[in-house]
């Protein structure tokens, strides 16, 4: 079993940043691919990017390439989600996730979701 905990929502003026933070507990938090999604009033839950177990494989989603940037440190069991020139339409709850391979990630074959975190952006 692994647990997921996010934290660092908010509110945000456009423009600005945030940083959300995925606390994983588990004896094997570390050997999953991790991710975040996000799900705005009356849309469905999207993609928005992930990295595979050991770090170096990254994917994002093509509305927020070149302003997230996600990491991971396997050590602290933690996921980042660097938010930088936020835009109204990132707007959402956001929700850290976890899958056996980042292909499955990024297809939604997740074994494991957090509660979700509200991101509100201001324009």
């Known amino acids: 079993q692994v647990q997921l905990v996010e934290s660092g929502g908010g509110l945000v003026q456009a423009g600005g940043s945030l940083r959300l933070s995925c606390a994983a507990s588990?004896?094997?938090?570390?050997?999953?691919?991790m991710g975040w999604f996000r799900q705005a009033p009356g849309k469905e839950r999207e993609f928005v990017c992930g990295?595979?177990?050991?770090?170096?494989?990254?994917y994002y989603a093509d509305a927020v390439k070149g302003r997230f940037t996600i990491s991971r440190d396997n050590a602290k069991n933690t996921v980042y989600l660097q938010m930088n020139t936020a835009k109204p339409e990132d707007t959402a709850v956001y929700y850290c996730?976890?899958?056996?391979?980042?292909?499955?990630?990024?297809?939604?074959?997740?074994?494991?979701w957090g509660q979700g975190t509200q991101v509100t952006v201001s324009s």
């Open positions: 996730a976890a899958a056996r391979t980042i292909v499955a990630l990024k297809a939604g074959a997740i074994e494991y």
């Open positions: 588990g004896r094997t938090a570390s050997n999953y691919a």
């Open positions: 990295i595979s177990w050991s770090g170096p494989v990254r």
